[in-house]
């Protein structure tokens, strides 16, 4: 049985890479990098630790020590942790030192090449996730109209343009109208500021940056971003088919078919 560390953030993404990694005969060593993981995910694990996100010479040091050859990323981490002032030991300070610019993806490949550089694989976020990513089409009762499909492509246009700045994933558009454009907040928080702002109908698109790691961060969505879009008055959620996670899908669809919304792969 081989080892693999698991470095787990908050969400359902890291129960159900650990349910993937022990399907597959995996000793899971879990590295709890929030306070908030699941407790399930705990359970599954051998051995757990508790770190912060900027020890990452401790973080290699444990997949050492437990003769983890490989490991995988997973769940999610408040993008303001990294304007917050955390502290960091001295290799990820050195490593900071060497990026021109500290977007996420390029952070975070960052950080992935450094385990690798150890010799440590780095898992696929899409070889563990594969029944969760999105089909192509309309996966809702309520298909979107014309005019959504306009703004849908408009939407997948300005993620395009945006994405060698490694701002965000996603984009809240209304009638070619730019609404909102996630950044630091994260996806729910601006599908909540540009629903309100379009004052109802607006459309979200979702979608991996151009070049982005997918190993390491792969768009996701769920029954919070449709609960966040009823609440706002959004009406479609448009998301890159075969690259974006939507967790608890079936749950996700049934919500949104209750509020009138639609989802669709593109």
């Known amino acids: 049985m081989s080892t693999v560390a698991l470095i787990a953030a908050s969400g359902r993404l890291p129960l159900i890479f650990a349910d993937e990694l022990r399907r597959r005969g995996h000793d899971i ?10 407790a399930r995910v705990r359970q599954a694990a051998s051995y757990c630790e508790d770190l912060s996100v900027g020890e990452l010479q401790r973080a290699i040091d444990i997949c050492k020590r437990h003769s983890a050859a490989a490991a995988a990323f997973a769940g999610k981490l408040e993008k303001s942790a990294f304007c917050a002032g955390m502290e960091l030991d001295s290799r990820a300070r050195r490593l900071l030192s060497k990026l021109a610019t500290r977007g996420d993806d390029r952070l975070m490949t960052a950080v992935a090449e450094e385990f690798e550089s150890e010799g440590i694989e780095v898992i696929s976020q899409i070889e563990l996730g594969r029944s ?114 939507i967790v608890d899908k079936d749950e996700a669809v049934q919500l949104a078919d209750k509020h009138g919304i639609s989802i669709v792969g593109v």
């Open 132 to 245: 969760l990513l999105a089909e192509r089409g309309a996966m809702t009762l309520r298909h979107p109209t014309s005019e959504e499909m306009n703004d849908v492509s408009f939407g997948f246009g300005v993620l395009r343009a945006i994405g060698p700045l490694d701002v965000g994933q996603s984009v809240v558009v209304k009638r070619g109208v730019v609404v909102a454009i996630e950044a630091v907040e994260g996806t729910d928080q601006a599908v909540l500021r540009g629903g309100t702002l379009a004052g109802g109908c607006a459309v979200v698109v979702k979608a991996p940056k151009p070049g982005q790691d997918l190993r390491i961060d792969v768009p996701t969505v769920g029954k919070d971003t449709i609960a966040c879009m009823h609440a706002s008055g959004c009406s479609v959620l448009a998301v890159e088919a075969e690259t974006t996670f």
């Open 29 to 38: 060593v879990l590295l709890a990098i929030v306070p908030s993981v699941d």
